[in-house]
């Protein structure tokens, strides 16, 4: 008897499990950049009063943007180098659905923004809220790379443009595209990260528990003195809020999702 329930049970695991096993080997197996070129390059940027700035002049781009091929055409890859930023084809934890590309860059937060309206981009869509996601076409995206510690205003933007675009009337097209989403889009990054480094400091959830020493003072939060969500003298805090209520710069529109999450 012990047998019968033995052989029952494998099969019952088995029959669905092979076919699902299946799909997810060939969704790993084909998750790869697609076969357009690819042109990539990292630039140093300053936004000043909404102003994103290369070179001390509004952003801009020509062709000399489209010089470094980082992927030449008829060739799909699961992953591209630029510089010390990686691209890597995820296939993501499902079976179903596409797969997405990871932006590695050691030390730096990113987030991603597109030049098409119809991307998959989701800007901080990582689970730590801090590493970008691009669908798997990244041809004509930018991911904006913020080094935590360094001058609120000062960043890199990684260009990712389809190698067969010429058009200088195109080109500035993105640069004024850039110009306009890329402010944002930095702020809510800069946001996110601090708000993870306050929580790693040793901020917690009210009712689960105290903070850790000195995490109120080097975070500046805000109680106030009816409703304290914890047991510590709010006068130290120097200001007034409670336990609803945001620390700092509040960052209710940053973005978070589990990465494994499949496209699509």
């Known amino acids: 008897m012990t047998r ?20 997810y080997l060939a969704k790993a197996f084909t998750t ?9 390059r990292l630039i140093p ?34 992953q591209v ?22 932006v590695v860059a050691p030390g730096w937060d990113s987030a ?17 809220g801090t590493s970008a996601r691009l669908p798997l076409a990244v041809h004509n995206h930018w991911v904006v790379l913020s080094e935590p510690g360094s001058p609120q205003n000062q960043a890199q933007v990684l260009l990712l443009l389809d190698g067969d675009i010429p058009d200088a009337a195109k080109l500035d097209e993105f640069a004024r595209q850039l110009q ?13 990260s601090a708000e993870l480094g306050q929580r790693k400091s040793g901020w917690v959830k009210p ?18 003195a009816e409703e304290p969500p914890w047991d510590f003298d709010a006068s130290s805090t120097g200001g007034a809020g409670n336990g609803d209520s945001t620390w700092g710069a509040s960052s209710a529109d940053a973005a978070y999702s589990d990465p494994d999450r499949p496209w699509g």
Do not use: H, M
């Open 81 to 102: 180098a630029v510089g010390d930023v990686s691209l890597a084809a995820k296939p993501g934890a499902s079976p179903f659905g596409q797969g997405y590309v990871s």
């Open 45 to 78: 940027i300053t936004v000043e009063d909404r102003a994103v700035l290369r070179d001390g002049r509004p952003f801009w781009l020509d062709n000399s943007d489209l010089n470094q091929v980082v992927k030449p055409s008829g060739l799909a890859t699961k």
């Open 32 to 40: 790869k950049i697609p076969a357009p070129p690819l042109s990539a």
């Open 4 to 23: 019968f329930w033995t052989v029952l049970g494998i099969a019952l695991l088995l029959g669905p499990g092979l076919p699902l096993a299946f799909l």
């Open 112 to 128: 991603a923004g597109s030049f098409s309206p119809t991307s998959g981009a989701i800007p901080n869509s990582a689970r730590a």
């Open 207 to 224: 009712g689960k528990g105290k903070p850790a020493d000195g995490a109120v003072e080097s975070l500046g939060a805000q109680v106030t």
């Open 180 to 192: 306009a989403e890329l402010p944002d889009t930095l702020r809510r990054l800069r946001q996110t």
